[in-house]
């Protein structure tokens, strides 16, 4: 049955979501405080990069299943289930930046009216416990607002995302799993029954339960990686070959072959901040995450390998000139959050190397994040608008994104270079044929 939601925030998580939840037949509002974003989507246009969002969009723009709109008012009057899926960045401490959320939740409560009943559903991924205060601080802006029995007004649900950049649309269609927590069992079954069409295996739990799942996750995921990166890290001195050692490990179902690619480390929006966050929590309620803190570590010095490797080469990297092949933190993204490719330029700057960078989509967000380096060694950091440009004058490689278009190459033109390969992407054997050195991630 068709629901009426409300889904606040038009971000990467809330466009996703509410294109997908309106190409399941539901009618959807999009929210945003940004005019001249909603101005696009109303047009149809998708200001992120995410492979078969533009065409469930425009199926639901012209199905009538979605509009967009500024205007809380309008949101919250023509709405039952309110998704919140605004930022939760995070603080230089760690802990999760909650001001986009908590003026979200100031701005619903604006505009209910007596006789209102809304169903406040946490997307965005928020630290342990924030439903339980989310539920006491809306509460008492209703009561501010003289309303005398506040919770029979409203009950708050986690609902966490678990989106992969690139594959959004997919993982919200063929979802693992669906975690929806409440207090109340009945408000967290009538936000599971959203994605009845999509028969998901579903956990239905208490709010704190659903929120650490998110971060268990995603901690677990991050781990994964670290682990990976670390035996490849013995393994080149070991003389084993980390790829097939994980083929290896990934074929016991318990371990399952996953999230073992070991290279440069993880990046992105989610893994690092998530991690870090749930540090912070960890350390609220005096546990000391000694594994989230080593898997954090490893992946900061991981991000740099690629650099130490290529050090082993040269004199010094001083005069040097390095190509970069990838800036993204992965393929099939423009999105350089906490990308490796940040740490490796910078790296190479200050060593005073010349980088000479390209990716097939990032280059725009890249020339943001770099803007300091840009303006500090104008002449140091190029942007290439081709792969082989970057390689003329250049005495070294460093692949840092496994972009499906760097796999098959001109490999005659790493000729009298060394070719490092942050993601293991080519065959060791078929580039010695031609570098003058190659050196992959915990490869003999
Ligand atoms: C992740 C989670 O997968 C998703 O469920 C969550 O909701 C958001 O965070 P995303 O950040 O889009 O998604 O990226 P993902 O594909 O998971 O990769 C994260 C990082 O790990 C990338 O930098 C990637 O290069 C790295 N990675 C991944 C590895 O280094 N090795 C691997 O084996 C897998």
Not at 2 to 11: D, E, H, M, P, Q
Not at 170 to 194: H, I, K, Q, T, W
Not at 385 to 406: N, P
Not at 411 to 417: A, G, L, M
Request: aromatic letters at 10%.
């Amino acid at each position: 049955m068709s629901k009426r939601i409300a889904v606040v925030g038009t971000g990467y998580v809330g466009l996703v979501s509410g294109a997908c939840f309106a190409y399941l037949g539901h009618k959807v509002i999009g929210l945003d405080i940004d005019p001249e974003k909603i101005e696009r989507l109303k047009k149809g246009e998708v200001p992120i990069y995410e492979p078969g969002l533009d065409k469930i969009l425009r199926q639901a723009i012209d199905n009538k299943n979605i509009e967009f709109t500024t205007d809380y008012g309008y949101a919250v009057k023509n709405s039952d289930f309110i998704f919140i899926a605004v930022g939760t960045p995070s603080r230089d401490d760690g802990s999760a930046d909650l001001s986009y959320v908590e003026s979200a939740y100031r701005s619903i409560v604006e505009e209910m009216e007596e006789g209102d009943f809304k169903i406040i559903v946490n997307k965005s991924t928020v630290p342990v416990g924030t439903g339980r205060w989310a539920k006491e601080f809306i509460s008492s802006l209703l009561r501010e607002k003289g309303f005398k029995e506040p919770e029979k007004m409203f009950e708050v649900v986690s609902n966490p995302e678990f989106l992969r950049e690139g594959k959004a649309v997919e993982d919200f269609m063929n979802p693992d799993r669906v975690v929806v927590g409440a207090d109340n069992r009945d408000y967290a079954g009538m936000v599971a029954s959203l994605y009845e069409k999509l028969q998901p295996a579903m956990i239905i739990t208490d709010l704190p339960t659903a929120e650490m799942i998110k971060y268990a996750s995603n901690s677990f995921l991050a781990t994964k990686i670290s682990f990976i990166n670390e035996i490849a890290n013995i393994c080149e001195r070991a003389g084993a070959d980390v790829s097939v050692v994980a083929r290896g490990m990934g074929l016991d179902h318990r371990i399952s072959p996953h999230f073992l690619n070991a290279g440069c480390g993880f990046g992105g929006s989610c893994f690092p901040k998530d991690v870090k966050a749930l540090v912070y929590t960890a350390k609220q309620y005096n546990v000391e995450p000694e594994l989230l803190t080593a898997t954090l570590d490893v992946n900061e010095k991981q991000k740099v390998k690629p650099v130490e490797k290529l050090e082993k080469y040269f004199d010094a990297l001083n005069g040097k000139t390095v190509a970069l092949w990838g800036l993204a933190f992965k393929p099939d993204t423009d999105d350089m959050r906490e990308a490796p490719s940040i740490s490796i330029v910078r790296k190479l700057l200050e060593k005073g190397a010349t980088v000479k960078a390209y990716d097939p989509v990032a280059m725009e967000n890249a020339k943001k994040v770099f803007k300091g380096e840009i303006e500090k060694y104008p002449e140091k950091l190029i942007f290439c608008d081709d792969k082989y440009d970057t390689l003329e004058g250049s005495d070294a490689l460093i692949l840092v994104t496994e972009w499906s278009e760097f796999k098959d190459v001109d490999f005659d033109r790493f000729r009298n270079k060394v070719i490092i390969d942050g993601r293991n992407l080519w065959e060791p054997s078929i580039v010695r044929q031609y570098a003058k050195a190659y050196e992959g991630i915990g490869k003999p």
